[in-house]
């Protein structure tokens, strides 16, 4: 079975600093990745995702994520964060399921709080 | 509407009512999935299914009980739950055609339940 590592639970930076959220996965082919953010009491609101092609995608509100098949990580970056940022962040891989039905495997997550 | 609406969005129930979460997509999509989220714990998936089949149940109690009338409605049925039930419950939508999956899933904004 597929699993995705967010080795990072809470990280804070401060506004205007860059940011960089870690995501591991295991999975022997092409994997299709995903990150999700979360603001509290809100559902997943996808960022951005990575099927195939140019390894470096870019994402809604400014995110971007880099595919690096040789160290199984798929990272999400941001130049400059600002407060509306702080949230949870998920990273997810893509599985076939039963009955060819795709479904997501989710790491832990990571909060992240932004200091003014 | 659009997207993955969810009813309620709060929900306080005895451990002796019966009461059902309803999810609505209007992305034409053909999967659904429900999805339990504690304070402790990663996104667990609950369900899923596919053309209104259910194609996966991940060892959930039967005090929890889904329905799939069709590909753009999903209710939770719940009664005698468990304090340890309360949580936030998610609920999803992808597109799985003819054995092609995206893996994407477009999320509700779920419903905060709480057992007393």
């Known amino acids: 079975a597929q699993s995705v590592t967010q080795p990072d639970i809470h990280i804070t930076v401060s506004e205007g600093a860059s940011l960089e959220l870690r995501c591991n996965y295991s999975?022997?082919?092409?994997?299709?990745l995903f990150w999700y953010v979360q603001s509290p009491g809100q559902g997943l609101q996808l960022l951005l995702k990575?099927?195939?092609?140019?390894?470096l995608v870019q994402g809604i509100k400014g995110f971007e994520a880099e595919f690096k098949r040789s160290q199984s990580s798929f990272n999400l970056r941001k130049p400059s964060v600002h407060w509306s940022d702080a949230a949870e962040y998920f990273c997810a891989v893509g599985e076939r399921g039963s009955s060819n039905t795709g479904k997501l495997i989710f790491g832990q997550g990571t909060t992240l709080q932004v200091k003014p | 509407e659009t997207g993955v609406t969810q009813t309620p969005r709060h929900l306080v129930m005895g451990m002796t009512n019966k009461k059902s979460l309803k999810c609505e997509q209007h992305l034409g999509h053909n999967a659904m999935y429900w999805y339990k989220q504690s304070a402790k714990k990663p996104l667990e998936l609950m369900f899923v299914y596919n053309f209104k089949e259910q194609t996966e149940n991940n060892s959930v109690p039967s005090r929890f009980s889904p329905e799939c009338p069709n590909s753009s409605h999903l209710f939770l049925h719940l009664h005698t739950l468990q304090p340890e039930d309360s949580a936030l419950y998610l609920c999803?939508?992808?597109?799985?055609?003819?054995?092609?999956?995206?893996?994407?899933?477009?999320f509700g904004p779920g419903t905060r339940l709480t057992v007393t």
């Open positions: 999975y022997g082919a092409t994997p299709y």
């Open positions: 990575y099927f195939s092609g140019d390894t």
């Open positions: 999803a939508s992808s597109l799985n055609a003819g054995g092609r999956y995206t893996y994407e899933q477009y």
